[in-house]
Nanobody, 118 residues
């Protein structure tokens, strides 16, 4: 089970930190990621991190502004979002995959709303 928190309404340029708490004993074996879905758009990849945090991946639009991290001891993954823009407005989902980042994402949270006003 994945449970996100930390969403909210902020102004352009502000920061937010999303967190995802995972239950289960296999967290450290899963690559973790964040996706988002804006109104009327398909869900899109935002960021991912490998099991041991060796590698991180970002979609182009968030590079340099967002940072994904994880704490395997606490079964949590976070997304630090800085310099937020209105186009970052979306429901953000935490996801997990058994294996590598390139495999099928099989576990999803319920989502947390992020709204960035102009």
């Amino acid at each position: 089970q994945l449970v996100e928190s930390g969403g909210g309404l902020v102004q352009t340029g502000a920061s937010l930190r999303l967190s995802c708490a995972a239950s289960g004993r296999t967290f450290s074996r899963n690559a973790m990621g964040w996706f988002r879905q804006a109104p009327g758009k398909e869900r899109e990849f935002v960021a991912a991190i490998t099991r041991n945090s060796s590698f991180t991946y970002y979609t182009t639009s968030v590079k340099g502004r967002f940072t994904i991290s994880r704490d395997n001891a606490k079964n949590t993954v976070s997304l630090q979002m800085n310099s937020l823009k209105p186009e970052d407005t979306a429901v953000y989902y935490c996801a997990a995959v058994e294996g590598s980042v390139g495999d099928t994402w099989g576990y999803w949270g319920q989502g947390t709303q992020v709204t960035v006003s102009e």
